[in-house]
């Protein structure tokens, strides 16, 4: 009776601190969740920002709407997370979130501050443009022997100069220009000088503006809070591990309960000992399940972006203990085959591995959305060619889907021996390939981002080389050709203009060392190929394989070793001119 005693007071101590636990990790609501979903949009919202004030800074847009629109948008988040709750009793979070808030404000401020100033200059430079451009040789000013052409020219060098990289140097060689101009009274000079002035002005304030920009430095601070933020999830996570600890040793206090209850009941021995073995056959499963997917997660929690293959799959070989585990992602020329972007061999990792699809088992994988042998199964694959996992007798694999979920791959792990739990294996590969198929998205994304960055700095340094060489047609269509092949990373550019009839076209440019000797050759329009194409029927054309097209083949395949195409025509006041 006493005995019995002890354990119900036991049960009783324990379960309150169950609940307990159970509400702070499980059943309580994150309060961060709200700024921590917040501080992440602000994040993606100042790159935006960023970008925008560099773009109208460089005059490539000129409508404030999406800028006006960002700052709305970012200053609403703003009031969102300080008027948040549970911040009070966090000091620390408290003040990272008040220094965030007098950032984001200032910011603000210097947003109007940039957008005012901003807005003269690019008045001034386009009213100094139109000036310039009226000011020609029988004007006024020449007439009167006011200005010349070289001075002209060479006010409008330095200028272009100053808008690029607004350095006082520069300005010191544009003041003496200015200075001869003053004397006049010629209305159109003096508001040539006007305008000159004030874009000698504004443009320093409006890089001291930038640079205040940058200097709040709003995204380390978010990465700060973000830290923070994830230290206070660190706290409940612990919570739920205190409470899955007090769960299994509860669960063990409850079996021996149980135990000693059979025991008093004196009932047969052979029962109690089948039950024990099923419960603790569960109770193994449950901790062997739970220490796997711990080791996984563990192994996974660092990985890198460049190898994060490599590392997914060691952390499976490590946390499943079988031999071989590999990515494999089918070609996008060619469904038939397939590359084994990793393989882990005992822990030696191989990439780039091609393979035919066709005869093996990552066909049915493919076809099925899984496939699972526990034994021999090589022997269901008699015209299988395996070169990559020659000792293996047991296989699990399971398909990886992309974006549109489609399937893009498998992922599978094999073993030298049978496999025994291969449910455990299954749901371990479900969650690794979920995993993987999110890193490949990222990563992806990542690469395109860095694209695009890298095209529009490209895409800016060039238009300047074309602006400075716009007066010598020659060097203007050569440039043009090499900013096509740097930008698009393309082996040969050229461009060709239609003469005069309409009937014939000129190689104007060419950019490639197997296509330079095209510069002046001449060619009917109706050649039948590629360039001729797409001027008479003023289309654009793009060919992935230029193989598959008479035009580029005729045009492209057979003299010089490319693989794809794109092709545009070039209009002139409505009609095509090249």
Same mark, same amino acid.
């Given at each position: 009776?006493?005995?019995?005693?002890?354990?119900?007071?036991?049960?009783?101590?324990?379960?309150?601190?169950?609940?307990?636990?159970?509400?702070?990790?499980?059943?309580?609501?994150?309060?961060?969740?709200?700024?921590?979903?917040?501080?992440?949009?602000?994040?993606?919202?100042?790159?935006?920002?960023?970008?925008?004030?560099? @773009?109208?800074? *460089?005059?490539?847009? @000129?409508?404030? &709407?999406?800028?006006?629109?960002?700052?709305?948008?970012?200053?609403?988040?703003?009031?969102?997370?300080? %008027?948040?709750?549970?911040?009070?009793?966090? %000091?620390?979070?408290?003040n990272k979130l008040a220094l965030l808030n007098r950032s984001i404000a200032?910011?603000?401020?210097? +947003?109007?501050?940039?957008?005012?100033?901003?807005?003269?200059?690019?008045?001034?430079?386009?009213?100094?443009?139109?000036?310039?451009?009226?000011?020609?040789?029988?004007?006024?000013?020449?007439?009167?022997?006011?200005?010349?052409?070289?001075?002209?020219?060479?006010?409008?060098?330095?200028?272009?100069?100053?808008?690029?990289?607004?350095?006082?140097?520069?300005?010191?060689?544009?003041?003496?220009?200015?200075?001869?101009?003053?004397?006049?009274? &010629?209305?159109?000079?003096?508001?040539?000088?006007?305008?000159?002035?004030? +874009?000698?002005?504004?443009?320093?304030?409006?890089?001291?503006?930038?640079?205040?920009?940058?200097?709040?430095?709003?995204? =380390?601070?978010?990465?700060?809070?973000?830290?923070?933020?994830?230290?206070?999830?660190? #706290? =409940? &996570?612990?919570?739920?591990?205190?409470?899955?600890?007090?769960?299994?040793?509860?669960?063990?206090?409850?079996?021996?309960?149980?135990?000693?209850?059979?025991?008093?009941?004196?009932?047969?021995?052979?029962?109690?000992?089948?039950?024990?073995?099923?419960?603790?056959?569960?109770?193994?499963?449950?901790?062997?399940?739970?220490?796997?997917?711990?080791?996984?997660?563990?192994?996974?929690?660092?990985?890198?972006?460049?190898?994060?293959?490599?590392?997914?799959?060691?952390?499976?070989?490590?946390?499943?203990?079988?031999?071989?585990?590999?990515?494999?992602?089918?070609?996008?020329?060619?469904?038939?085959?397939?590359?084994?972007?990793?393989?882990?061999?005992?822990g030696h990792y191989q990439v780039n591995i091609n393979y035919s699809i066709?005869?093996?088992?990552?066909?049915?994988?493919?076809?099925?959305?899984?496939?699972?042998?526990?034994?021999?199964?090589?022997?269901?694959?008699?015209?299988?060619?395996?070169?990559?996992?020659?000792?293996?007798?047991?296989?699990?694999?399971?398909?990886?889907?992309?974006?549109?979920?489609?399937?893009?791959?498998?992922?599978?792990?094999?073993?030298?021996?049978?496999?025994?739990?291969?449910?455990?294996?299954?749901?371990?590969?479900?969650?690794?390939?979920?995993?993987?198929?999110?890193?490949?998205?990222?990563?992806?994304?990542?690469?395109?981002?860095?694209?695009?960055?890298?095209?529009?700095?490209?895409?800016?340094?060039?238009?300047?080389?074309?602006?400075?060489?716009?007066?010598?047609?020659?060097?203007?269509?050569? #440039?043009?050709?090499?900013?096509? @092949?740097?930008?698009? *990373?393309?082996?040969?550019?050229?461009?060709?203009?239609?003469?005069?009839?309409?009937?014939?076209? %000129?190689?104007?440019?060419?950019?490639? #060392?197997?296509?330079?000797?095209?510069?002046?050759?001449?060619? #009917?329009?109706?050649?039948?190929?590629?360039?001729?194409?797409?001027?008479? *029927?003023?289309?654009?054309?793009?060919?992935?394989?230029?193989?598959?097209?008479?035009?580029? =083949? @005729?045009?492209?395949?057979?003299?010089?070793?490319?693989?794809?195409?794109?092709?545009?025509?070039?209009?002139? *006041?409505?009609?095509?001119?090249?």
């Amino acid at each position: 009776m006493k005995q019995h005693l002890n354990h119900t007071i036991g049960i009783i101590i324990v379960l309150p601190l169950l609940v307990f636990f159970f509400y702070k990790s499980i059943i309580s609501s994150n309060p961060f969740d709200e700024i921590s979903a917040a501080t992440s949009e602000i994040e993606s919202l100042q790159v935006k920002l960023h970008r925008d004030v560099l @773009r109208h800074r *460089n005059n490539q847009l @000129r409508q404030y &709407d999406t800028l006006n629109k960002t700052v709305q948008q970012i200053s609403s988040l703003n009031e969102k997370i300080t %008027t948040a709750e549970n911040t009070i009793e966090h %000091t620390e979070l408290a003040n990272k979130l008040a220094l965030l808030n007098r950032s984001i404000a200032e910011q603000a401020d210097l +947003i109007e501050d940039f957008k005012t100033n901003n807005s003269v200059l690019q008045n001034s430079l386009y009213y100094y443009s139109r000036l310039h451009t009226e000011i020609h040789p029988h004007s006024n000013a020449f007439s009167s022997a006011l200005i010349s052409a070289e001075q002209l020219g060479r006010l409008a060098i330095l200028i272009l100069e100053y808008t690029r990289k607004p350095e006082h140097e520069t300005a010191l060689k544009i003041y003496p220009l200015l200075d001869k101009l003053n004397d006049s009274q &010629d209305s159109e000079l003096n508001t040539l000088i006007n305008h000159s002035l004030i +874009i000698i002005e504004r443009l320093p304030v409006i890089d001291g503006i930038i640079e205040a920009f940058n200097s709040l430095d709003i995204e =380390r601070q978010i990465k700060n809070l973000d830290k923070l933020l994830s230290d206070y999830q660190g #706290k =409940r &996570d612990q919570n739920t591990r205190i409470y899955n600890s007090l769960l299994f040793f509860s669960s063990l206090y409850l079996l021996g309960y149980i135990g000693y209850m059979f025991l008093i009941l004196k009932q047969h021995q052979l029962t109690l000992e089948t039950s024990n073995e099923k419960l603790n056959n569960e109770v193994g499963e449950r901790t062997k399940t739970e220490k796997t997917l711990y080791r996984l997660v563990k192994e996974t929690s660092s990985i890198s972006e460049k190898d994060f293959v490599q590392d997914i799959l060691q952390a499976l070989h490590k946390a499943l203990g079988y031999r071989y585990a590999y990515v494999s992602l089918v070609s996008n020329n060619n469904k038939h085959e397939a590359t084994i972007a990793g393989l882990v061999d005992n822990g030696h990792y191989q990439v780039n591995i091609n393979y035919s699809i066709e005869d093996t088992p990552c066909e049915e994988v493919l076809q099925n959305g899984r496939l699972v042998h526990n034994r021999d199964f090589q022997n269901y694959f008699p015209d299988w060619n395996n070169t990559y996992i020659p000792n293996a007798e047991s296989f699990i694999g399971i398909t990886i889907k992309d974006e549109n979920d489609k399937v893009a791959g498998l992922l599978a792990v094999a073993d030298d021996k049978a496999i025994s739990n291969t449910n455990l294996a299954e749901h371990i590969l479900s969650l690794a390939a979920s995993r993987i198929s999110a890193e490949l998205l990222r990563h992806a994304a990542l690469q395109d981002s860095n694209r695009y960055h890298t095209g529009l700095e490209l895409i800016d340094s060039w238009l300047l080389e074309l602006i400075s060489c716009a007066g010598n047609t020659e060097l203007f269509y050569a #440039k043009l050709c090499k900013a096509a @092949r740097e930008i698009a *990373n393309a082996a040969i550019a050229f461009v060709p203009l239609l003469d005069e009839s309409g009937e014939n076209y %000129t190689y104007a440019a060419a950019s490639g #060392k197997i296509a330079e000797h095209l510069t002046g050759t001449s060619r #009917k329009l109706n050649d039948g190929g590629l360039c001729g194409w797409s001027m008479a *029927n003023r289309k654009v054309v793009r060919i992935d394989d230029v193989n598959t097209d008479i035009r580029a =083949r @005729r045009q492209l395949s057979n003299q010089y070793p490319v693989k794809t195409a794109y092709v545009t025509p070039i209009y002139l *006041n409505g009609a095509v001119h090249g």
